[in-house]
């Protein structure tokens, strides 16, 4: 990417973490945009991956968390090869699970070349050098790495006309994979004037059960650590247990050289969406404009970037409500919680606009006798997911809400498996099954979409991002998004096969209720209400797109028919 100068008006807010990872980095990194919102600046946030997959769309979720699914897909070509060979490009719309904060957070569609990886540097340096574009030069991380590094950073706030550019780095400082950048965070740091920088270091403040105290001394090692990079942390966001006291804040300042007051404790809480209401209450906003020589701006603000209406939106989420609604949700990836967090939040924003509380049961459909949790749940979530393992425990799953009427949303294998075990225990096909589960299955009620039959490589290759969704009137589908057309996020190879929609179906009250916009691709399937009073399937992910203010329509409908059905 060519080096030009970056807008002088971009100003960089790097965000590290110490100590530990999953310390929260990325709600810290989202509520400091929204700082920024609250005072008229346009903002955006780049979240750096130091592992060496191009995108994280390989990754298992167990190990790894949620894959984000961006609105956009970018075709990332680092030689411009105009021939797409699949060895010299990617398509990258799979990006890590911060990026569902920041978009939660900030209301806005976030680019997918916003997430940088090692592997993509390192990628694009290989390539580079093959084609001859270092000739005569020896190809080294630095200049060359680094440099990379910091043209994506000031490429997109160039591009994109961005007033604070938040750029987060995964993993936990001391790391070997994460040198690189950080290296290219203090070359930044020191070509830039000094107000137009600040690094922003998340740690932890653990506290000791034994003698009862908060402990300082892992942040005093993180930050030493840092200081070893050449990097000296202008704030600290230190997570606890407890509010931190102004004692052990003035300790800390004393033995990381950070201000007393840019030293800011950030307890646990009920909701991540108080988090920049925290920080607001202790400056941070105005210390960082202060330092950044940012001042407010006189603008007319939205009502999600007003900081009024976002007092209104985090309150709803830290209220007891008189009722509570237990959702279960079987799936492969429960050992990880974080595995389904987009999901998880969708459902908070639809309980909490309808003032009931929510208690998720996450189901382990590899287990026996599973099927007796959803006894005591009020409605089925089935997850996504790939692969053979636990899929029949999520068969069954669906089995049950069919059966028992229990209200039921199915997100994309969710509702294909909702398809088999309609074929299976309703229309009587008992050995119809999914092909990306048994190959050689006689009835391939779901089956490999046309277009990925002669795909090699798995990486960024599946049916990807933001695609427009036709919607069928008289449907509960129709009935939530009030329109014929949405526009919704897609990330699947395998999809519901409407050669066995025969009429016999339709007479059993399966409906197909959205197609693409070629009339080809199942996007959608439910029950009839007559039959059932919510089973619905949607090939698509609606969590992607709900946000703390405004709740996805499928999901805030689901919760409607649940609170109903508990009502009547």
Sequence with gaps: MPNKKTSPTTKFVFVTGGVMSGIGKGVTTASIGKLCQFRGFKVSAIKIDPY????????????????????????????????????????IGELDQDFGTYERFLNSYIHPSHNITSGQIYFETILKERKGEYLGKTVQIIPHCTDMIKNRIKEIARNEKIDAL????????????????????????????????????????????????????????SVKELQ??????????????????????????LFTNVKPDH????????????????????????????????????????????YSEWIKTASLYTKNYDK???????????????????????LKHACAHEGVNLEIVFVDTEKTEFQLEFDSCDGILLTPGFGTRGVEGMVLSAKYAMENKTPYLGICFGAQLFYVAFMRYVMGITDAHSTEVAPETPNPV???????????????????????????????????????????????RYHINE?????????????????????????????????????VGTQFHPEYCSRPYEPSPIYLKFIQKIIAKKNS
Aim: some cysteine; glycine content about 6%.
């Design 324 to 346: 509570t609604l237990r959702i279960a949700m079987p799936g492969k990836y429960v050992d990880n919680r974080d595995s389904y967090v987009s999901i998880n939040e969708a």
């Design 52 to 91: 060496l997959n191009v995108d994280p769309g390989t990754l298992n979720p167990v190990e790894h968390g949620e894959c984000f699914i961006t609105d956009e897909v970018w075709h990332f070509n680092p030689i411009k090869d105009e021939g797409l060979n699949p060895y010299t490009y990617t398509m």
């Design 228 to 253: 070893s990079a050449g990097l000296q942390p202008d704030f600290l966001i230190c997570r606890s247990k407890i509010e931190i006291p102004t004692e052990l804040k003035r300790k800390i300042s």
């Design 166 to 221: 938040i750029i987060e780095c995964g993993g936990t400082v001391g790391d070997v994979e994460s040198v690189i950048f950080l290296e290219a965070f203090r070359q930044l740091r020191l070509e830039l004037p000094k107000e137009d920088t600040a690094l922003v270091h998340v740690t932890l403040v653990p506290y000791s059960e034994a003698v009862g105290e908060l402990k300082s001394k892992p942040t005093q090692h």
């Design 446 to 492: 779901v089956s490999m979409m046309d277009e990925q039959q002669k795909i090699v490589n798995m990486g960024g290759t599946m049916r990807l991002g933001g695609q427009p969704v036709i919607v069928s009137e008289n449907t509960l589908l129709f009935q939530a998004y009030e329109k014929g057309e949405i526009r919704e996020r897609f990330r699947h």
């Design 499 to 535: 050669s066995y929609f025969t009429d016999e179906v339709k007479a059993k009250g399966l409906r197909i209720s959205a197609y693409d916009q070629t009339g080809k691709i199942v996007n959608a399937i439910e029950l009839d209400e007559e039959i059932h009073p919510f089973m």
């Design 263 to 306: 030293v800011i404790s950030n307890p646990d809480i009920k909701s991540i969406y108080t988090v920049p209401l925290i920080f607001e209450d202790q400056k941070l906003g105005d210390l960082l404009g202060e330092h950044l020589n940012l001042k407010p701006r006189l603008v007319e603000f939205s009502k999600v970037n007003n």
